[in-house]
């Protein structure tokens, strides 16, 4: 799996977790969706990494996916952030998978 952060996102990422400690990850999630093909991928930030997640080379900042979720992501994908729209947006040559992405601060503090 390919990812790609654009400088947009990367400059916005670094704004939310600079200084603190966790991980950042992709996540499928399915809170609230009824049905587990029924996901909305989202950015978490967490304060742990688990042994089913796999690391994703982005080139800069590392991110994280459950293994089990894989299969609901496009082989290349990129990472966008919009100053009109305020918020990150997660697309593939093809698609856009979701236009309108939330990043969430998950750590436990």
């Not at 952060?5 to 399915?30: F, P, R, V, W």
């Not at 040559?93 to 601060?105: C, H, I, K, Q, V």
Request: proline share 3%; aromatic share 12%.
């Amino acid at each position: 799996m390919k990812l790609k952060i654009t400088e947009a996102a990367s400059n916005k990422l670094q704004e939310k977790i600079s200084g603190k400690q966790g991980y950042l990850k992709l996540k499928y999630d399915i809170d609230g969706c009824g049905c587990a093909v029924s996901g909305v991928a989202a950015l978490w930030f967490e304060s742990e990494r688990y042994e089913e997640e796999n690391k994703i080379e982005t080139g800069g900042i590392p991110i994280y996916m459950e293994k089990s979720k894989e299969v609901f992501f496009d082989e290349e994908m990129t990472i966008d952030y919009k100053d009109t729209a305020g918020c990150f947006q997660l697309k593939s040559p093809n698609e856009y998978l979701n236009p309108r992405m939330s990043f969430y601060d998950k750590r436990r503090l």
